[in-house]
């Protein structure tokens, strides 16, 4: 059965600096990964997804398979990237996804 | 396009009621997906429709929890006789086709009191 962990429930970062959000996945065929964002009150949407390899908002994720991670990264954060963060696996059959805990983001001024 | 629409917002049932959630796909999709979200977790998968077809409902509870996606109208998600432990964010999502991307609903935070 595949899983996929977020182990940080809360990341708090100073804007300017840094951000990694972890993902780990653990699923026996050949995964899908992707990022979804929820900011305040709106729904979730896709962030990005690893086959397209892009960089959206300045965000990336590099799907690394020997650590079976897809860790989501941003080099300066912006206040306007505070929001929840979930990471999410597409099986092989029948488009479902399995998500992450998520991650909250508070980027501070 | 509206997008995904889900009604209600917000829904408050007594225990025991039933509650009816509903979810409009996007225009063209007519793949339809719902996941459950308890407090403090992630969206946990529930069932996938097509229309008039229950594709996989491997996330669904066994008693009490039904969804359907008729030919006209929207697809419902149904909770009968529910207890506390219902209370939840439901998710809708749509999709054109079994390999495409999902667009997400807004949800409908289910509180029973």
Not at chain 2, 24 to 51: A, C, D, I, N, T
């Amino acid at each position: 059965a595949q899983r996929v962990t977020q182990p940080e429930k809360l990341l708090s970062v100073f804007k300017g600096a840094p951000v990694e959000l972890k993902c780990n996945y653990s699923y026996s065929g050949s995964p899908e990964l992707f990022w979804y964002v929820q900011y305040s009150r709106q729904r979730l949407q896709l962030l990005l997804r690893h086959i397209s390899r892009e960089s959206i908002k300045g965000f990336t994720a590099d799907l690394n398979k020997g650590e079976t991670s897809f860790h989501l990264k941003k080099p300066f954060a912006q206040e306007e990237d505070s929001a929840m963060y979930y990471c999410a696996l597409r099986s092989g059959a029948g488009n479902m996804l399995t998500f992450g805990g998520g991650t909250r983001l508070m980027v501070k001024p | 396009n509206a997008g995904v629409m889900q009604n209600p917002r917000h829904l408050v049932r007594r225990r025991g009621q039933e509650a009816r959630l509903r979810c409009s796909p996007m225009k063209g999709h007519s793949h339809v997906y719902w996941y459950r979200q308890l407090p403090e977790e992630g969206l946990k998968f529930m069932v996938y429709l097509q229309k008039e077809n229950i594709i996989d409902e491997s996330g669904m509870p066994k008693e009490r929890f039904s969804a359907e996606f008729p030919k006209e109208g929207p697809s419902i998600l149904r909770i009968q006789q529910v207890v506390r432990g219902d209370s939840a964010a439901y998710f809708c999502a749509s999709s054109e086709g079994a390999s495409y991307g999902y667009t997400f609903g807004s949800g409908t935070r289910l509180t029973v009191v």
